[in-house]
């Protein structure tokens, strides 16, 4: 793809020109994030990268589209739809290869049609061949092939009849997307990503894209026929390369909108991240010689360099050294050696027990990102779970919940029992057990030497707890008071429609309800018991605002409009 940008590669200038485009490339910070996760987004933006390859190859500068031109079209858009069948998010790149082809020259209209229809059927065969097996499964087993996502459109009775739009990085504003490249280059949390990825990249091409319009339209204004000259040369001067760079180009404008206007969230860009170096130095090179081309490319490659190795050697949130397997848990013998079902407590699901465990067990995520309703979409399937006849229940929690430093967090049994009686289980009279990963294997020693990794001063560890059905009036005590609190939330949030007329998820804890937008826990709402009840973000800086009261009859809030607390809470999280 750098090679196609540059164009003929015949000189030592133009190899050279190469190499530190793609560095520049190479050195995405979100590359090496994701590398040695778990995250699919690194492997299916190969497939992406791929397709654009070989479709960027095969189109004809102006040529006829040939029979094996048109083969070699339909390969590339079928790695694309085959990436979008594993990954839903890279559906903006296949919409983007379909934007370059339609916008590629062609000498004759049909060879446009041509294109454009083998392209759709190659994309859509590959999204089938790829994705089909899967969606088949899950629209058996809940009645949409998508699930969770579009539940809106199709309506599993197990999900609440929401589209889960996950917009979380999306620009509120004008303002914010025109900053947003440059606040890509600081060491910002949650500007493009969950961490701080400092990019200078994205901020020196959109200044370079603007120093060339501007530039285009100085010459169009002053002198049209020299514009026109030059444009006329720069397209003969490519030898054949200027449909590639003009297919590179529009797909990478066309999916570059559709991302930030889908998501702008770094995993799901892995590919345009790859591909912003080459086309970045692309169009330094038609600002600048060649030498201050090299200059500026180095001086970014030096700086993201310098960046890695200061911020990245220990970024990830559960960083802990390579092992024969992946969360190799020191399970108790008896959950590996009899079936159980396993409902988890947790930001993260503890559905890395079900390699460990027995495979016949069954697993439920309880309390996590989204919370289901003891009598909402998926309630019964999940009561039918908890009822599977002779297995023993249990409750994995997060150990770090006991960390929090909260009135009844010390104890497990005493934070969450409140919750568990209201799906009428309880926690059983035995001991609850620490749970934690074994050590890495020596043999992998040398290896996590070379690369600097060291266990996360906060590994991950479960609370194991055996659980047992509650008393019916414990259950009966704990409806009762959701009903009431329910009751009081929904009269109260009827004057603020716009958070409170979504899906809420309910946690109730010690002496506290804890309510938050449907599978999203950037934002909550944390009303104490006949006390005071604060809107709080969910994500660094953690800041909360405190909103009013809860009282024996209604909620109260000193500032009735609802508008107010949220730009209140995003001026305190500024500050801080």
């Known amino acids: ?238 030898e054949g390369m200027a449909q590639g760079r003009r297919v590179i180009g529009v797909f990478f404008a066309a999916s570059a909108i559709l991302w930030l206007a889908t998501s702008s969230n770094a995993r799901y860009g892995v590919a345009l991240f790859l591909l912003g170096g080459p086309v970045c130095g692309a169009v330094l090179a038609r600002l600048l010689p060649l030498r201050h081309v090299l200059l500026v490319t180095a001086a970014v490659l030096v700086w993201q360099a310098a960046l890695q190795e200061l911020f990245f050697r220990q970024y990830r949130l559960q960083s802990i050294p390579w092992a024969d397997h992946y969360f190799d848990w020191a399970l108790p013998s008896h959950v590996v050696t009899e079936p159980a079902i396993f409902l988890s407590f947790g930001f993260k699901t503890a559905s890395t027990l079900a390699p460990r465990a027995h495979p016949d067990s069954a697993h439920v995520n309880l309390v996590g990102q989204h919370t289901p309703a003891f009598d909402g979409p998926g309630s019964d399937r999940i009561r039918r779970i908890i009822g599977l006849p002779h297995r023993r229940i249990y409750g994995a929690f997060d150990f770090y919940f006991t960390q929090q430093g909260v009135p009844g967090a010390s104890s497990i049994k005493t934070y969450f029992r409140d919750h568990l009686r209201l799906w009428g289980l309880d926690f059983s009279d035995e001991k609850c057990e620490l749970i934690s990963l074994r050590p890495g294997s020596v043999k992998w020693a040398s290896i996590n030497r070379i690369a600097g990794t060291r266990a996360n001063p906060a590994p991950p560890m479960l609370i194991l707890c055996e659980l047992r059905p509650s008393s019916l009036p414990d259950q009966q005590r704990a409806l009762e008071e959701f009903t009431s609190f329910a009751l009081k939330l929904e009269q109260f949030g009827a004057a603020c429609p716009e958070y409170f007329a979504k899906p809420l998820t309910y946690t109730r804890v010690y002496r506290r309800w804890i309510v938050s937008s449907f599978a999203s826990f950037e934002m909550t709402f944390d009303f104490e018991d006949e006390g005071p009840f604060y809107l709080q973000q969910m994500r660094p800086p953690y800041v909360a605002l405190r909103l009013g009261g809860l009282t024996r009859d209604k909620i109260v809030a000193a500032e009735p409009d609802c508008r107010k607390w949220f730009s209140r809470l995003s001026q305190d999280s500024r500050l801080n």
């Not at 083969?71 to 559906?91: K, Q, V």
């Open 1 to 238: 793809l750098t090679e196609l940008l540059v164009g003929d590669i015949k000189t030592v200038r133009d190899r050279v020109m190469v190499i530190a485009f793609w560095l520049l490339g190479a050195s995405a910070p979100i590359y090496w994030y994701l590398v040695g996760t778990s995250f699919a987004d690194l492997m299916t933006s190969v497939l992406v990268l791929a397709g654009l390859y070989l479709v960027a190859r095969a189109l004809p500068d102006n040529d006829h589209a040939t029979p094996a031109r048109l083969r070699w079209i339909a390969i590339g858009a079928a790695l694309a739809g085959a990436a979008s069948g594993a990954r839903i998010h890279n559906a903006v790149y296949v919409v983007g290869l379909l934007c370059a082809v339609a916008l590629a020259r062609y000498p004759h209209p049909v060879d446009r049609l041509r294109a454009i229809g083998v392209l759709s059927l190659a994309a859509l065969s590959g999204w089938l061949l790829c994705f089909v097996p899967w969606a088949r499964d899950v629209y058996r087993e809940f009645g949409n092939p998508l699930f969770p996502f579009f539940n809106g459109v199709f309506r599993s009775p197990d999900f609440p009849a929401s589209n889960l739009p996950l917009t979380s990085f999306v620009p509120d504003n004008l303002w914010d997307l025109v900053t947003l490249p440059f606040r890509m280059g600081t060491y910002a949390i949650w500007v493009y990503a969950e961490a701080a990825l400092p990019d200078v990249r994205p901020g020196l091409l959109a200044g370079c894209v603007a120093a060339c319009g501007f530039l285009w339209l100085i010459r169009r204004i002053r002198a049209p026929a020299i514009a026109a000259a030059s444009d006329a040369h720069a397209v003969s001067s490519t």
